[in-house]
């Protein structure tokens, strides 16, 4: 359905922005530039929930720290906002909320999205769910700050890899401009970015990168990684953010992708492709994303995981 949020948020006293799982820069962008929107228009202060930990480099995204990881599962809530969540079990536990809610809002850019909520506002052809948040606002006469500015520029810049990446068009490179325009210094935003990393981030990262599966004559390149792994690197949930894009660099790789154990019958995979439909691999296991970066959970160990991957990489 069409959706006026001006309408919405008016009538809504209680208000939740959700992002999704192992949050990037796209979400917790989106969810921050709105929720200053919001203050800012309509004198409202929503919630924002998180459903894991916030990576320590995005930590300095204005109003990132008025996000909370745990609400009270028996609130209801007038009105539930997605932020760049391409399905709706990536906010986990707070479906409860999003269920209960008396309206519900999906905003993003995900091509596999399918149109959960009340209303949507979703635009597969958008760089990233900032994008799409920057064209509403510009579309409805919305005033960007300062703030809202740099929440908006990192969720365009992280979701176009500092645009290098396919999704970089023009009208994503114009929206960057009228952002640096607004408020956001791309120079700050990079640095806090990709040059915060810790010492034990980058070692576990070229760990994961030295054990990599090279197949079908370097085309297609994996690596695992186990809890132990984790625990060895003392190393967070974010510390496998990149590894995919890393092995896809690799001049001969067409496919690339990280399994990563939850438990011993639960497996997370990131893919990354330069030619090959990964969203169209992804959904066969209940995920998706975009045509060359998609992620899917597995119910099956690592091993078995890969397994199934394979058999259904056609090279």
Request: aromatic share 10%.
């Amino acid at each position: 359905m069409n959706c006026n949020l001006d309408n919405i948020i008016k009538s809504s006293n209680k208000i939740l922005l959700l992002s999704h799982m192992n949050p990037d820069g796209d979400t917790l962008g989106s969810m921050c530039a709105l929720y200053g929107m919001i203050y800012n228009r309509f004198k409202k202060k929503a919630d924002m929930s998180v459903v894991s930990n916030i990576p320590y480099n995005y930590r300095f995204i204005p109003h990132i720290d008025s996000a909370q990881r745990y609400f009270n599962k028996s609130l209801v809530y007038d009105l539930v906002i997605t932020l760049d969540v391409a399905a709706i079990d990536r906010v986990m536990d707070s479906k409860i909320l999003f269920d209960k809610a008396k309206c519900t809002v999906n905003i993003d850019h995900h091509k596999t999205n399918p149109g959960f909520g009340d209303y949507q506002i979703i635009n597969p052809d958008a760089s990233s769910c900032g994008e799409v948040l920057f064209n509403y606002f510009k579309s409805n006469n919305w005033k960007i700050d300062k703030d809202s500015a740099i929440c908006l520029y990192t969720a365009i810049m992280t979701d176009t890899g500092n645009f290098r990446f396919e999704n970089t068009s023009s009208d994503a490179l114009r929206a960057a401009a009228e952002l640096v325009d607004a408020g956001a210094c791309p120079n700050y935003i990079y640095k806090k970015c990709y040059e915060t990393k810790s010492k034990n981030f980058v070692m576990f990262q070229n760990y994961c990168v030295n054990k990599a599966e090279f197949l079908n004559d370097n085309k297609i390149v994996y690596t695992t990684v186990y809890k132990k792994d984790l625990e060895k690197f003392s190393a967070g949930d974010d510390y496998t953010d990149g590894i995919a894009e890393t092995l896809r660099a690799i001049d001969t790789t067409e496919v690339a992708f990280v399994v990563k154990e939850v438990d011993v019958k639960l497996t997370k995979v990131s893919m990354r492709s330069k030619k090959n439909d990964v969203a169209e691999i992804c959904s066969k296991f209940g995920g998706g994303g975009h045509t060359f970066a998609a992620g899917c959970t597995i119910k099956a160990s690592v091993e078995d995981a890969v397994r199934k991957l394979l058999k259904e990489i056609n090279l």
